[in-house]
């Protein structure tokens, strides 16, 4: 019989806590992401969003993680969510499970042969090694083809992220939580491969003929019809940031403004609903 009741706030400092685990740990996570929320530290997407705040610590609770780390590193890509590459070698690393991860180079550098594995020793000093990812593999996937691919500029930094990726899919799925990295996401979109394929890493692509690029809107309103969010939302969302609305700015990236005043919408909206429950 237990002689002392733990709160909610010793376990989660020992790594003990677990959000969905009792109404205690779940008021206790609405308490903290509260702070969390609050912070002008986080990232944008955390910002007001306390919904996305619980989530994040109950997935860095899993891997052993600080909360603001997990939400430094998780990404929305293509309304996703994926891992940092970077983060996902640092949790391999620090996991305690192997030795600082290695990466081994194949090929001939210069052509689709040119190839990397990733290995590490465990603790009972076996050797294991990742599969091997080739410049070949990236263009036979699509990887290498898709307009912006950082597999045409950085092929060897691409080549380490997607076999570090893969050893940890292999020897470590816990970490991953089943979520992809964001360089895997861009990849595995739809893309439209060259007429007529490089036959070597450094041999230049075809040009193509440029579209003409359609007429830009010359005031806000015009730019937001059909849009999900109005020009009174805009102003809104930097009112509450304390920001000067500033209409050129707004068109000059009006999408990432979109985007956020939405994550901004949304977040009111679970604030409200959180506050009726707590």
Same mark, same amino acid.
């Given at each position: ?20 685990? =009792? &109404? +205690? ?7 903290? *992401?509260?702070?969390? #929320? ?6 944008? $997407? ?78 009972? =000093? &076996? +050797? ?7 410049? *070949?593999?990236?263009? #036979? ?6 307009? $912006? ?130």
């Amino acid at each position: 019989m237990e002689t002392k009741t733990e709160t909610s706030i010793e376990l989660a400092s020992r790594g003990d806590f677990q959000v969905f685990a =009792g &109404e +205690r740990n779940f008021e206790a996570a609405q308490r903290m *992401a509260k702070v969390l #929320a609050a912070s002008k530290i986080v990232p944008d $997407g955390y910002h007001g969003n306390l919904a996305d705040c619980v989530i994040a610590l109950e997935m860095a609770n899993r891997i052993g993680a600080s909360p603001l780390a997990v939400m430094q590193n998780l990404y929305i890509v293509y309304g996703r969510p994926a891992w940092s590459s970077q983060f996902l070698i640092s949790c391999i690393n620090a996991s305690g499970k192997f030795s600082p991860l290695r990466y081994a180079m194949t090929g001939e550098k210069t052509k689709d042969s040119w190839g990397c594995f990733a290995w590490a020793v465990d603790k009972s =000093g &076996e +050797r294991l090694e990742g599969p091997e990812v080739t410049v *070949a593999i990236a263009k #036979a996937e699509g990887w290498f083809s898709k307009n $912006g691919s950082k597999w045409k500029t950085m092929p060897g930094l691409m080549l380490r992220y997607r076999a570090a990726t893969l050893f940890a899919r292999l020897y470590a799925p816990e970490l991953t939580m089943g979520i992809q990295c964001d360089d895997e996401v861009i990849d595995i979109t739809p893309v439209v491969t060259d007429p007529a394929p490089k036959k070597s890493l450094f041999e230049p692509a075809p040009e193509k003929p440029a579209a003409p690029a359609p007429a830009k809107p010359k005031t806000l309103k015009e730019a937001l019809k059909g849009a999900p969010v109005s020009e009174e939302d805009i102003k809104a969302y930097y009112k509450a940031k304390g920001q000067a609305f500033d209409e050129g700015r707004v068109l000059e990236n009006l999408t990432g403004v979109v985007n956020n005043v939405l994550d901004f919408l949304d977040s009111k909206k679970s604030a409200k609903q959180e506050d009726k429950l707590i």
